[in-house]
Every structure is written in structure tokens, then in C-alpha cells.
């Protein structure tokens, strides 16, 4: 974990912004997986750990607004505890690495809760994800379940975005941590992608590499010659000549900082004229994200600008046609690229999602856009120094949306359904680099994956 003073700090800073009451902070729990002693691997919530540390299951962090004090709450072992799992830390020593005097066993949380609503003081939580946390906290609070995340506190949602959001140079050292895993996870795919190898056996090591690395996969592994489906976690086929093979994926460090990196490659080393064509579509596209992205700049516009390269690039090749911009404005591009650019990045790949999009993302100036591809755009404010983000364009040929849009005529002065047509089995490409927004630009994080397509060719081919 990082010093006792970096938890102390961060709890200063939420303290400093202006809430009263108490805010509760739930760890996670082990969760089974088939019986109650067989569990997944754990994973503690993000929020916690962030300002509580401690990465070990069942307990809760209390900040009191009023009174400045700090709680843990959690059972210390027994005995039985410490025969299947060693000698353990008591809870008082745990709490003490991250700067908190008082703690007590869990039940006295509920104590704690009740008390504070008695006094009429407010109790502020952060939407929960997890069965086993919305039923404590229906069981602590009184709030219905289905009730439990329209009560959340939009106070403590937006105190925390507002601190998580500006990554410290300690968890930026972490994330780099994340991308060196992350890149050797990439270039093994690369090298396996021959033919007659079962995409599960390069996803499989790959996730070996991670978890070699001492974390977790940030996310499960994406990784599929049908990159056109845009989350494939479908590894049955074996490789073959001439695909190309999309890898989305990335590591945890230790201390649970993600990398999220994206490659495409040619199956057995030589890009196809077409693949290439469109494969060059994209990295210009990605590297005009990575130039535009400064502090100042809503990212909504750094997408609808790369969004004007990949519909420009199409158009060249025929497959989109008349005015680019407006082509970008009417939405034509979703076609081929119906996601959003990037999105924050930090212990979470998709950092903070659980607290609500809109808050992360989002706010009184740069509202979400309603319109089909843009509006899955996770991020479109403007950037701030301090930023962790991901920089993800795609071309992609799906085919039931292709028939969709020729069918309904949908944006049909900016396509070509004929030419679009041919391409049809291409699958997708999709190339995504890990970018902090600097004081005065930005800069890669991590060593840039190779991603120059005679470079990929080289590697493939060994
Ligand atoms: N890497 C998966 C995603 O960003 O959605
Ligand atoms: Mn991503």
C-alpha cells in the first residue's frame, strides 16, 4: 500500500469539501464462487481502497464531516481463521497503516449509523454494485434495495470524482506498473497470433502474464478475429491466415491500477491491401487523439475530431461519401465506430463507472450527447492536468448493423452500402493507447505498445 500519509490526505480532502455528517465507505466481501468457501479471487472496492487502504475483506471506513474523526470497522480472526490461513494482523495494527485511531467490530457500525440518524445527521454512501453490500446497507440504513442508488449521496459522488479524478504521482507510478505488464501481455499475443492457434490459448497466457505480474486482469480479456463485436470475450476459434485478431486488454498492479491497451494483427504477419488500408485510418486517427488531448479540451470534441479522420479516411476509400463534417454531425461515422473515444482510467479500467457516468464524464458544461455512437462516449469534459485516460478509436464492419442502416435508409447520403458491402467479413480494427494529461499536453503511458503496422508485421512473423 502507499504511506499512512497518502490515506490521511485523501480523507483530508474529502473532509475539505464542505459535507456534513458521516460518509460510509463498505469494503467488499469474499464472494463465493460455487460454495461459500471456494471464492473468487477477491477484490476490494475501489473507494475504499482509496481511502482506506486496506486491501482485505469485510470492513467499512467511517469519515465523520463534523467531528473529523475516521472508524474502521471489521471482526478480528479467530481462531479457526488463523489454522486455514495463517497468522493474521490484527485489526487495530491494519488500521493504523492507513491513520486510523478507532476501530471496532462491524456490528458496532450499526450502532455507529444509527446513532447519527438519530441526531439527525446525514449519511452519505456511494452507489453500491455488489448483492452482499446492498443488503447490508439496506439492513443499515432502512433503504429498500431498489431504493438504494437513486438515495445515494450526489454530495459525496461528486467529492470523490472531484479527488479520485487527479491521479497522484504515486498512483501514476502505479499505472505505469499496470502497462509494463500490459505490454508484455500484447506482444506475446502478437507473437502467438499464427495460424491454427485457439484464441483461448493466447488468452490464457496472456492473462498468466498478468496475473505473473501480481495483479489481476484489469478487465477480462478481449480477444477475438470477430473484433467487430466490440467486447468479444468469446476465445473458441482457432486462428486462421489472413484474419485479424483484436486484443483489448490490460493488467492490474498490485496496488490495483489498471492498464487497458488495444492492438489489432494480421493472423500469421502480412496485412492485407484492404486491412491496411483501413488499419492506417486508424492509427492517424488515434494519434490526432493523442495530439488534440490537452488540458482545456472537452474531450467530446477530441472524439468528434477523430471522428472526422476515420469518416474522411472512409470517404477517400469510398465507403462514406459527401461533406465530412457533416457526415460527423449527422452521426454517419457510428456506422463504423460506435463508441466513445476513451474513458478515465485509474483503480478502476473504467474509473469510477460504479458512482454514475454522468459525474465522471460529464458535467454542467459538457452534457452526454443522444445521438447513436456518440452517446456511448464515457468521457466528454474537458481535461484536467492530472487526468488518466484511454485514447481507443475503432473501424468496425458489423453486419447486422450495416443491413440495418441500408434498410432503414438510416444516414444513407453519407454511405455507400454497396462498397460498404464488401467489406462485410472484414471484423474490426481497434488501437488504444493509456494517455495522462500533462500540465501542458499529455504523454503516453508506458511504453508505447508496437503499433506501427510494419513493426506488428515484424513481430507476428518473428
Ligand atoms: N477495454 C475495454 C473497454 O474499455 O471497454
Ligand atoms: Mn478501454
Redesign the pocket.
Given at each position: 500500500m502507499f504511506e499512512k500519509s497518502t490515506y490521511e490526505n485523501r480523507r483530508k480532502a474529502l473532509k475539505n469539501k464542505g459535507l456534513n455528517g458521516i460518509a460510509v465507505f463498505p469494503g467488499n466481501i469474499d464472494s463465493p464462487m460455487n460454495y461459500t468457501d471456494n471464492t473468487y479471487h477477491f477484490r476490494q472496492d475501489s473507494s475504499f481502497l482509496y481511502f482506506f487502504g486496506l486491501d482485505i475483506q469485510g470492513l467499512a471506513g467511517v469519515i465523520d464531516f463534523d467531528s473529523g474523526e475516521d472508524f474502521l470497522f471489521g471482526n478480528d480472526f479467530d481462531i479457526a481463521d488463523i489454522i486455514w490461513m495463517g497468522p493474521q494482523v490484527p485489526l487495530k495494527e491494519n488500521a493504523k497503516k492507513v491513520g486510523v485511531e478507532k476501530c471496532s467490530a462491524f456490528s458496532k457500525l450499526f450502532e455507529l449509523v444509527s446513532e447519527t440518524i438519530k441526531q439527525g445527521r446525514k449519511v452519505h454512501y456511494l452507489p453500491p454494485y455488489r448483492g452482499e453490500n446492498k443488503i447490508m446497507l439496506e439492513k443499515l440504513l432502512g433503504i429498500p434495495i431498489k431504493l438504494l442508488k437513486e438515495n445515494a449521496s450526489v454530495q459525496l459522488i461528486k467529492a470523490v470524482v472531484d479527488i479520485r479524478s487527479i491521479k497522484e504521482p504515486g498512483e501514476i507510478a502505479e499505472i505505469e506498473k499496470a502497462c509494463a505488464t500490459g505490454y508484455q501481455m500484447h506482444v506475446t499475443a502478437m507473437k502467438m497470433a499464427q495460424p491454427g492457434v485457439w484464441e483461448q490459448k493466447i488468452a490464457g497466457t496472456i492473462e498468466g502474464i498478468a496475473l505473473a505480474g501480481g495483479g489481476m486482469t484489469a478487465?477480462p480479456i478481449?480477444l477475438s478475429q470477430n473484433g467487430e463485436t466490440l467486447?468479444n470475450h468469446d476465445h473458441s476459434k482457432i486462428l486462421k491466415e489472413g484474419n485479424l485478431m483484436v486484443t483489448?486488454a490490460?493488467a492490474e498492479s498490485l496496488l490495483h491500477y489498471a492498464s487497458?491497451f488495444?492492438r489489432t494483427v494480421p493472423v500469421g504477419g502480412k496485412f492485407t491491401q484492404k486491412q491496411r488500408e483501413i488499419y492506417e485510418i486508424v492509427l492517424a486517427a488515434n494519434n490526432h487523439g493523442t495530439a488534440l488531448t490537452k488540458p482545456g479540451v472537452a474531450y467530446l470534441s477530441v472524439h468528434l475530431a477523430v471522428a472526422e479522420i476515420i469518416a474522411g479516411g472512409l470517404k477517400d476509400l469510398g465507403l462514406m461519401k459527401g461533406d465530412v463534417k457533416e457526415a460527423v454531425r449527422n452521426g454517419a461515422h457510428a456506422l463504423f465506430f460506435p463508441h466513445g473515444l476513451g474513458?478515465m482510467m485509474g483503480l478502476d479500467?473504467?474509473d469510477m463507472e460504479d458512482l454514475g457516468q454522468i459525474y465522471v464524464g460529464y458535467d454542467d458544461e459538457i452534457r452526454p450527447v443522444d445521438q447513436f455512437g456518440t452517446a456511448y462516449l464515457r468521457l466528454g469534459r474537458k481535461l484536467q492536468p492530472g487526468f488518466v485516460i484511454?485514447n481507443?478509436p475503432g473501424i468496425y464492419f458489423i453486419p447486422a448493423l450495416i443491413d440495418k442502416w441500408k434498410n432503414e435508409s438510416i444516414n444513407a447520403d453519407f454511405i455507400n452500402f454497396d462498397k460498404v458491402n464488401e467489406y462485410r467479413n472484414f471484423g474490426g480494427i481497434r488501437l488504444?493507447d493509456d494517455i495522462l494529461v500533462t500540465e501542458t499536453g499529455s504523454r503516453l503511458l508506458g511504453e508505447r505498445v508496437p503499433i506501427n503496422p510494419d513493426e506488428i508485421e515484424k513481430i507476428v512473423k518473428g
Open positions: 478487465f478481449i467486447h483489448d490490460g487497458d488495444t474513458h479500467v473504467h484511454t481507443e488504444e
